[in-house]
Nanobody, 122 residues
Framework: QVQLVESGGGLVQAGGSLRLSCAAS????????MGWFRQAPGKEREFVAL????????SYADSVKGRFTFSRDNAKNTVYLQMNSLKPEDTAIYYCAATLRYSRNWPDYDYWGQGTQVTVSS
């Protein structure tokens, strides 16, 4: 079992930055692919970013590419999502998740955090 806890969300003006953290416990995340997803009110959960430690592969949704950066610290069993140049359309609950696959599809993920709210004002 892997327990995930997100933090770092909040209210920010358009153009601002936030850094989300996801602390894992129970198992080391080094063997897992870790993903960030988000869900806005009335919308489906959507892929944001994905990283697999093995091979160092990172993938981003087109909507965040160039603005968001995924990083991980295996020693701290924590992953991060640095979000720059935020837009109102980035407003959502952000979730981190873990899977043994490499997938952009949220049903493929086995473990989820509780989510952290990000609100970007215009």
């Amino acid at each position: 079992q892997v327990q995930l806890v997100e933090s770092g969300g909040g209210l920010v003006q358009a153009g601002g930055s936030l850094r989300l953290s996801c602390a894992a416990s129970g198992r080391t995340i080094s063997t897992y692919a870790m993903g960030w997803f988000r869900q806005a009110p009335g919308k489906e959960r959507e892929f944001v970013a994905l990283n697999r430690w093995s091979g160092g592969t990172t993938s981003y949704a087109d909507s965040v590419k160039g603005r968001f950066t995924f990083s991980r610290d295996n020693a701290k069993n924590t992953v991060y999502l640095q979000m720059n140049s935020l837009k109102p359309e980035d407003t959502a609950i952000y979730y981190c998740a873990a899977t043994l696959r490499y997938s952009r599809n949220w049903p493929d993920y086995d473990y989820w955090g509780q989510g952290t709210q990000v609100t970007v004002s215009s």
